[in-house]
């Protein structure tokens, strides 16, 4: 559909989804400032060019960041539950029963039409080899790649299409992982442990052997998203391209490894990885949950060639405190990838919901047919072992009438949960990124069985709440989510022992179900906000106390080293200071139209030492 960046930029700039910024501007910080404040607006506000980056190249950002554009960026101006549709009619084709002779006949044009879709070999260069640099032209510093937030460990470029074969299948994979600059022809690699490309990696190490490396940027918008797509291991990301553009990939050989990549591509950065080198320290980086991911160590890329097109455009994002542009891409696949879910693993899941406030893997709410007892326990325990599902720690099974994107609805159905009765706990990997578990990529899952609630309302007490001391031990009591969920928020000191039966025997009045603990700069924070921090904050195995018939849920933030509390803890994502003033003095120059308040002001408080990491 779209030829190249560019064509997509135009199609944007006609719709009326792009505004451009034509003064020079710095890709260190205040792009990213800039860019939080637009991608923040109600709707996720508009694409941004930056024209003037001081390099030769201009900077696109949030080019996906709002349902119309992501819709667009898929090729789905009718809505994405179009494509969710193609994909269950698929399905259904696929796997009809085939009786006779004149029924598999009528595969055949099924099977010719994926043929097409499968991506092509295309002789010569392409577009994306116009320019070349190799051996000691290499240099990063060309490229016009973003330093984001105060505390990362330097530029990182935040949206590479990272392509790696499999050594003994050559099978490829096509996975999205930052590259933190180390130098003019070095980066980092962050292959977390569970993916695709650390997986690639290990079995190079077994090899003896080096790792052909290649990353792209740009071209159709479409690579982007598929190399974000959960798909199954050995399935081809391009095929799904293929698939959404109802058109092959084509594809060329890079200059100096065997690999293959999009012709039309707008960089390419070609290389290796040398398992037998010792991994290098990377970060910190502020992540798309909305706190630092720290210093770890991870493998290095080296690049032995750059190249690009003559009107190549940098594409990238940026990450951290929701919602930012990775919520409409989560929302996409949210949307695609339902129907495969109900298809292959569980056909009783009529909807699913990932809240922007649960940055993916925290939260999901899934609405489901129940036709027996026990039924959400025995999904939440398939969901929570199928594919990126695993990492997901809090769930809430609701009945598949239930308007799930409705907080209203959810909050009337939380009120009437049944504790501990309607509780599951596991135990289970997480997310490398999840910073509230003691023990790395592994911590405790909570299951929520909403779908039995009496249908009788539940009502709080409110009176016998307001007679309760403000405050206690140093901590304020707030009661504003009381009635509609049930729910006493208490702020108190971080690091504080708290003793969980006598918040519990405080607040056994009439209709309370849950006391959750968080920091006291949380008050100015909303609703959804309040959800991100906690959800964020909380180990459901370690956090997550069951008295009597009352659920209390420490989501504090966690002083580290104390005992069973994680190592390290991050701070949250923030400008500092000098970017929020120079990007409130430029304002004007920028031509965005009317004046955008920083985010981090709102979130300043948050932060609890200086530095990516507490200390």
Aim: net charge negative; charged share 25%; aromatic share 8%.
């Amino acid at each position: 559909m779209y030829k190249s960046l560019r064509a997509y930029i135009e199609a944007l700039e006609a719709a009326g989804e792009l505004q451009r910024v034509s003064v020079r501007v710095d890709p260190e910080k205040e792009i990213a400032e800039i860019t939080d404040r637009v991608a923040k607006l109600p709707g996720g506000g508009k694409a941004l060019l930056f024209e003037n980056t001081g390099t030769g190249f201009p900077v696109l950002t949030n080019m996906m960041g709002s349902d119309r554009r992501i819709a667009m960026a898929l090729g789905a101006e009718g809505g994405l539950e179009s494509i969710a549709a193609r994909i269950g009619s698929l399905l259904k084709e696929l796997t009809a029963p085939r009786v006779g002779i004149a029924d598999k006949w009528k595969m055949l044009p099924l099977l010719g039409e994926m043929g097409r879709w499968m991506p092509r070999v295309k002789r010569g260069r392409g577009a994306c080899q116009q320019l070349v640099w190799t051996g000691k032209e290499v240099d990063l510093g060309r490229l016009p790649i973003l330093k984001c937030w105060p505390w990362d460990g330097g530029r990182f470029v935040t949206l590479p299409l990272v392509h790696t074969v499999d050594p003994q299948t050559g099978t490829r994979n096509v996975g999205m992982y930052r590259m933190q600059v180390m130098g003019p022809a070095r980066t980092g690699m962050h292959w977390h442990r569970h993916k695709t490309g650390a997986r690639h990696y290990d079995a190079y190490r077994n090899l003896d052997k080096k790792m052909p490396v290649t990353v792209c940027l740009g071209g159709d918008p479409v690579y982007t998203y598929a190399a974000t797509a959960p798909l199954p291991d050995n399935v081809d990301e391009y095929l799904l391209a293929g698939f959404l553009r109802e058109r092959p990939v084509e594809l060329v050989k890079c200059l100096t490894n065997e690999l293959y990549v999009p012709a039309d591509c707008d960089f390419v950065l070609e290389g290796y990885v040398d398992p037998r080198e010792e991994k290098t320290v990377e970060g910190p980086f502020g992540d798309h949950t909305g706190f630092y991911s720290l210093e770890d160590l991870y493998p290095v890329f080296h690049i032995t060639a750059i190249t690009c097109r003559r009107d190549a455009v940098y594409p990238a994002t940026i990450v951290g405190i929701p919602p930012q542009e990775d919520a409409y891409i989560a929302k996409a696949t949210e949307r695609i990838f339902l129907e495969p879910i109900r298809f292959a693993l569980q056909p009783e899941v009529t909807d699913l919901y990932l809240p922007d406030a649960g940055v993916a893997h925290n939260l999901a709410v899934v609405a489901i047919r129940s036709d027996y007892p026990g039924q959400a326990f025995k999904t939440a325990g398939a969901l929570w072992g199928a594919g990126q599902m695993m990492f997901n720690k809090l769930m809430v099974i609701v009945p598949e009438k239930t308007r799930i994107h409705d907080l209203h609805a959810l909050a009337k159905l939380l009120r009437g949960v049944r504790i501990p009765d309607d509780l599951m706990r596991a135990r289970g990997p997480l997310d490398v990124l999840d910073h509230a578990t003691a023990t790395p990529a592994f911590g405790g899952k909570l299951a929520i069985d909403a779908t039995n609630v009496s249908g009788e309302d539940v009502v709080v007490d409110l009176e016998s709440i307001s007679q309760i001391d403000p405050e206690i031990d140093g901590a304020a009591v707030d009661s504003r989510y009381a009635a509609d969920w049930a729910a006493v928020i208490i702020r108190c000191p971080i690091g504080r022992v708290v003793d969980a039966s006598l918040l519990a025997k405080r607040y056994a009045v009439s209709g309370v179900k849950y006391i959750v603990l968080t920091d006291p700069a949380t008050e100015l924070l909303s609703p959804e906000e309040l959800l991100w921090f906690a959800a964020g904050n909380c180990d459901p195995g370690r956090d997550v106390v069951v008295v009597g018939r009352q659920l209390v849920i420490d989501a504090r933030s966690k002083r580290p080293g104390m005992a069973g509390m994680p190592v390290r803890w991050p701070n949250v994502v923030v400008s500092d200071l000098p970017s929020i003033q120079l990007v409130d003095t430029r304002w004007n120059e920028y031509g965005l139209g009317e004046y955008i308040e920083s985010p981090s002001v709102r979130y300043g408080n948050l932060v609890i030492s200086e530095g990516a990491e507490v200390k």
